[in-house]
């Protein structure tokens, strides 16, 4: 038993294991979300995706104000599957203080959504999204969708196809294939690129 248990890797060394893995400078953002469930689904995707963080954009007092305080809930810990103790995740009171920060930070922002005609669209798979150096992704609640400020200062729309009679996905199950995608074409440009790197240190590493 006490072999077992010495075998067994323990979170911190799960984590160390798979942080080479995380997509540098990706940034999900929930903008007004209308209840704890959907910021906790996100946020377990953000960390089970490779996300880097989590912003949360809320004038309501759902989460506490700091990523400390948000670890030591219970509640939280319950519903984001433990995620929250290993993605940061910061809370703004509005989306124009979100913005700016991102903005300050050099983040280009997209937003998910239907076909907008105020901006620039794009269906999800058929957009590289590794031209970003530094990217956020917006989703809106369920009820609202996102709102009309988020839009105005991003740079794209980008939607989910769709080919059934029901044309809309819950925020948990939109997220989590909207992160996937843009995860998977980050992740594997930031692994050739590091193929690349690894690739000319050794080629100058034997030359006279």
């Known amino acids: ?8 890797p323990t979170l911190r060394a799960r984590a160390d294991k798979v942080k080479s893995f995380r997509c540098k400078n990706l940034v999900a953002v929930i903008e007004n979300p209308d209840d704890i469930g959907n910021v906790g689904a996100i946020i377990r995707n953000v960390n089970a995706l490779g996300v880097e963080k989590a912003y949360v954009v809320t004038a309501k007092k759902i989460l ?55 901006c620039k669209n794009a269906v ?29 200062r991003s740079a794209l729309c980008v939607n989910i196809p769709m ?13 989590g294939i909207v992160l996937y995608e843009i995860a998977r074409q980050r992740r594997a440009f930031q692994l050739e690129l590091k193929e690349k790197v690894a690739a000319r240190k050794s080629g100058t590493a034997g030359s006279p």
């Open 1 to 8: 038993m006490d072999e077992a248990r010495k075998s067994k």
């Open 163 to 175: 080919y059934g009679i029901v044309e809309s996905l819950n925020l948990a199950t939109s997220s």
């Open 124 to 152: 999800l798979h058929e957009f590289d999204y590794t031209i970003y150096s530094k990217l956020a992704v917006w989703f809106g609640n369920e009820r609202n969708g996102i709102s009309t400020a988020a839009i105005e």
């Open 64 to 118: 506490p104000e700091t990523w400390e305080e948000m670890r030591s809930k219970p509640k939280l810990n319950a519903i984001s599957a433990s995620a929250i103790k290993w993605s940061f995740v910061k809370v703004f009171p509005d989306t124009t203080a979100c913005m700016d920060h991102l903005d300050k930070k050099g983040f280009v922002s997209i937003v998910t959504s239907p076909h907008r005609k105020e």
